[in-house]
């Protein structure tokens, strides 16, 4: 072999592996922001369910930046005080919106 053939095969080889290691370019949008749920006028002792499974006490979810992201889509929304349901929906959400859910002693 040629001193000039493998000068450039070294040079294709260093090439094509750098092209290899780029980064990508393009940008990454994640869309709308996802649907929220908010809590207003619950007792301290009420519970928050989503869909069946336990989310937490609803003062966690007071409004504001306290509030439960979710999914898109339909849920079963359920609020529970010492056991007893004080409140019960099914709701649909999508975009970003904020379902506010007011507790009305």
């Given at each position: 072999?040629?001193?000039q053939?493998?000068?450039v ?12 290691n780029s ?5 990454v ?6 649907p ?5 006028g ?13 989310m937490?006490n609803?003062s ?5 930046k ?7 889509g339909r ?13 019960s ?13 007011s507790i009305t002693?």
């Amino acid at each position: 072999m040629s001193f000039q053939f493998k000068r450039v095969s070294i040079v294709l080889l260093l090439t094509v592996l750098c092209a290899c290691n780029s980064y990508p370019t393009d940008n990454v949008s994640l869309g709308e922001e996802r649907p929220a749920i908010v809590v207003e006028g619950a007792s301290k002792t009420a519970a928050l369910y989503v869909d069946g499974l336990l989310m937490g006490n609803t003062s966690r979810f007071s409004g504001n930046k306290n509030k439960l992201l979710i999914e898109e889509g339909r849920h079963k929304v359920v609020v529970k005080d010492n056991g007893v349901t004080v409140y019960s929906e099914n709701i649909f959400v999508s975009g970003g919106q904020v379902k506010i859910i007011s507790i009305t002693n």
